[in-house]
């Protein structure tokens, strides 16, 4: 009985030093203003309000693929990659609600990809991942401690992006070919991509609707299944997949065999995206500004991470 | 698999001591070996086949052994006949079960480790008389075929011997092979010093729980503090050698041995951790390596299992066979005593050392690695009276601290140009990387450091790290048992310690999307 007393006082104590020790971690950015796990699960909240421009919204896809740090140096643009794992269009929903709550982006690109997801084959796997995902709060926020004694808060350095430069090459084929696959986007889907199409014109922001390149996600059919999609909306849609100036070397450029973009793949998508958003005059670059200073931070602490790792 | 998996040590673990703690005292040993078996399957599959067949082949050995010392019993008893023929007789009789069932074991070990080396070796000779090259296989092995081969071979050996009893008891014998925490990385031990503790582990009291659990944490701290953020100094070294200078080199072969014993030894932190939880004490497999004098005394410290196998099971029976008796005879008459036996010694010893490489990996950087060491021992026991004799002249006291501290530093020295060889993708690449260090030591290029891949504070938390492992290795020589000393410690030292040792591996752990943790590196010899 004083044993279990003892074990019970002894874990208590623990939870109390654990969590305190979490607090200290945690960017304290809109911290109070959201539930706990609503600032745990939408990245974005840490940052400061007001100062994204362009949101990628979407799945793996985009936080492999999509480096807001690269778009930031090259082109002067903030932007963050608003994705989380195998992200149904109902999340994607959901994120871009709570983030123009604290930013006014002017452009959202939403990946393609999300509206072919079906809600209803979410495997029991899936779902224990999306657990592990959401309560793993160490995983993403312990290393803080390096920024809390560098810069005294902690720096969202990827802005959502999930840096990886390991090679694993995959069986190179010609994904984009017709294979008279049927595909359908679920009813469901549409429902939740038009309540986003509404949040978009009630804050006057552009969405444009885009595929990335992957060999095991993309295909043809979902390709033209997209763009007609995006006709019937009105709405631009950009096929990566298909982008000459891309062009993914499918033996270097993906780091598990095709299904994900490296770092190097990366580099090429968001590359493109800033010169896209740039040419079109969506956005105003912000890289004098010294109310960005923070960015400019950010990003060298981004350049020594690439050497680093 | 690692056992440095959270659900391993956090959720497996607890999970088996909770069944076990509600289990009757007779269904126990049955938890463990469902347990042990658990393990294997999930990362092995159906290969567990062979683990079986192992196991089944020493103990039908064992009970043949038993039967045939009682039928020879039985014949001695009878009057009038040749003892000597009749105890040849049934030795030879057990003999042919022993190699054969050597050969069994070995004959696993061999297919799913050495195949591939055996067959691109035999091709580069077929190629020179230009012959059909045969096609390569690579299989994927059982868990632990290296460790789990061993130690039947040991129980085999010693019944044969009648060193121990065989075992009528398959559950007994099938756990003392597989018992989860041993099944991966060792330590090899032998059946007499683990087999009845397991079988009879009874209880898990609140004590041993938390006594167990201290030092899974403090292998968990090696591993996540020192060895993942080594790893990426490391990696920098050894792939990209020859864009560095010797001392970086050097800092790369140190930081790649204390890495290797950082790993390999809190991987033991946790399988012995787990033992003491279940009251089962399974031998250490390091004794603070680095504390050593010479390269011999080194390998008494350095996986003491394995030295402690290859002693017992190559080196005895070896010198102690008939050729090599007949020779260290024939030599007396030519030579000294000290030389003759140097060189019965030294056949021995190149068994023991061919071996020794061999076991730990089916490639030439590993049979040099062997060799290294081979030499190194040899020329310690020629040179042995002659610095004895260089010492006395000089008047250097061999019993001194200082001549200690010598010792250590040029024993540490040897050692960590062994590893280099061990982690060097070829023989080739070594002997480059020693190259560079002996003619590029301090030529500074714009790569040295900066790009070793940590930051500061990385650096310092290694640091910070190795100097804690380094005052616990110096309280251990010292026979101090810091377990039981904190023990002794007021309540609220004792968990500040523990709080402490917790929050250091969860804040400052080398874990999440900036670092690549370590995968267990003895699990794959």
């Given amino acids: ?309 | 698999m690692s056992y440095f998996d959270l659900w391993f040590a956090f959720l497996f673990v607890p999970v088996v001591v909770l069944i076990f703690l509600l289990v009757p005292k007779k269904a126990k040993p049955y938890i463990l070996l469902f347990a042990s078996y658990a393990i294997f399957f999930m990362v092995s599959n159906f290969l567990i086949i062979f683990l079986l067949l192992s196991t089944i082949s020493i103990f039908l050995a064992g009970k043949k052994f038993k039967k045939l010392d009682g039928e020879k019993a039985k014949e001695l008893e009878k009057e009038d006949i040749d003892k000597k023929l009749i105890k040849e007789k049934y030795k030879k009789k057990k003999k042919h079960i022993l190699v054969l069932v050597i050969l069994f074991n070995i004959s696993f070990l061999f297919v799913f480790k050495y195949l591939k080396f055996f067959t691109i070796n035999l091709n580069a000779i077929l190629k020179v008389f230009k012959l059909e090259e045969l096609s390569i296989i690579s299989l994927i092995a059982p868990l632990g075929i290296s460790y789990y081969t061993l130690k039947a071979i040991s129980y085999v050996v010693d019944t044969y011997n009648g060193k121990i009893e065989a075992d009528d008891n398959f559950v007994r014998l099938a756990l003392y092979v597989s018992f989860f925490p041993q099944i991966m990385e060792g330590p090899i031990s032998t059946y007499s010093e683990t087999a009845e503790q397991i079988y009879n582990a009874s209880k898990v009291t609140y004590h041993n729980f938390c006594y167990g659990y201290q030092r899974i944490l403090f292998g968990f701290f090696k591993k996540l503090i020192i060895v993942d953020r080594l790893n990426i100094l490391v990696k920098q070294v050894f792939n990209n050698y020859m864009s560095f200078n010797g001392l970086s080199i050097l800092i790369g072969i140190i930081s790649y041995t204390m890495l290797l014993y950082m790993e390999f030894s809190g991987t033991m932190d946790v399988v012995l951790g787990i033992g003491d939880i279940f009251d089962i004490k399974i031998p250490e497999n390091f004794r603070q390596p680095f504390f050593s004098k010479n390269i011999t005394d080194f390998w008494s410290r350095w996986h003491i299992s394995l030295g402690h196998f290859l002693k017992d099971y190559v080196f005895y029976p070896v010198s102690l066979s008939k050729p090599l008796k007949k020779l260290s005879v024939s030599l007396r008459k030519k030579l000294s005593a000290h030389y003759s036996s140097l060189i019965a010694g030294g056949i021995a010893l190149f068994c023991v050392w061919f071996l020794n490489g061999l076991w730990h990996g089916a490639g030439w950087p590993f049979l040099f690695f062997g060799m290294y060491h081979f030499v190194l021992i040899l020329m310690g026991n020629i040179f042995e009276p002659l610095i004895i004799k260089i010492c006395a002249k000089l008047k250097i006291n061999r019993e001194s601290k200082k001549y200690y501290g010598f010792q250590i530093v040029k024993t540490s020295l040897l050692v960590f140009i062994g590893e280099m060889f061990f982690r060097a993708d070829t023989v080739r690449d070594g002997l480059r990387m020693l190259k560079i260090m002996f003619t590029k030591m301090f030529v500074l290029s714009k790569n040295e450091f900066y790009y070793f891949g940590l930051d500061m504070f990385d650096v310092a938390l290694i640091f910070i790290g190795l100097i804690v492992v380094l005052v616990i290795s110096i309280l251990k020589e010292n026979n101090v048992n810091v377990r039981d000393e904190v023990e002794k410690k007021h309540i609220i030292v004792r968990w500040a310690i523990y709080y402490l040792l917790i929050l250091s591996i969860i804040v400052l752990g080398a874990y999440g999307p900036t670092y690549a943790p370590v995968d267990p590196i003895y699990a794959d010899f």
């Avoid at chain 1, 959901?94 to 983030?99: C, G, P, T």
């Avoid at chain 1, 359908?184 to 922001?205: A, G, M, Q, S």
């Avoid at chain 1, 090429?268 to 960005?292: E, R």
């Fill in chain 1, 1 to 309: 009985m004083k044993n279990l007393f003892k074990s019970i006082c002894f874990i208590l104590i623990f939870l109390v030093l654990l969590s305190v020790s979490v607090f200290i971690l945690l960017p304290k950015q809109n911290l109070f203003k959201y539930s706990f796990l609503n600032f745990l699960d939408y990245e974005i909240l840490e940052e400061e309000d007001n100062k994204v421009d362009v949101l990628f919204v979407g799945d793996s896809l985009v936080y492999n693929s999509v480096s807001p740090m690269e778009i930031w140096n090259e082109f002067g643009i903030t932007s963050f990659d608003c994705s989380t794992p195998a992200q149904l269009t109902e999340t994607s929903y959901e994120y871009i609600k709570i983030a123009v709550e604290r930013q006014h982006p002017k452009v959202i690109f939403l990946e393609a990809n999300v509206l072919f997801r079906d809600p209803k084959n979410r495997t029991s796997e899936r779902k224990l991942k999306d657990f592990y995902d959401r309560y793993s709060i160490l995983d993403d926020y312990h290393d803080n401690w390096k920024d809390l004694l560098e810069y005294g808060k902690p720096l969202n350095v990827n802005k959502g992006y999930y840096y990886v430069n390991r090679v694993n090459k995959a069986e190179v084929f010609n994904y984009m070919q017709n294979r008279h696959k049927s595909i359908k986007i679920p009813k469901v889907n549409v429902l939740y991509f038009e309540k986003i199409l509404d949040i978009c014109r009630e804050n006057n922001i552009k969405l444009i609707l885009f595929g990335i390149p992957s060999m095991k996600s993309w295909s043809y059919e979902k390709d033209r299944m997209a763009t007609a999609f995006a006709e019937e909306y009105n709405l631009e849609f950009i096929d990566l997949n298909l982008v000459e100036e891309i062009r993914i070397d499918w033996r270097t450029e993906t780091k598990d065999e095709g299904s994900h973009l490296n770092y190097e793949g990366a580099k090429k998508v968001s590359s493109y995206l800033g010169n896209y958003i740039k040419q079109n005059n969506l956005v105003t670059s912000h890289k004098d500004d010294p109310n960005y200073d923070d960015w400019n931070e950010s990003y060298r602490k981004y350049s020594k991470q690439l050497q680093f790792y």
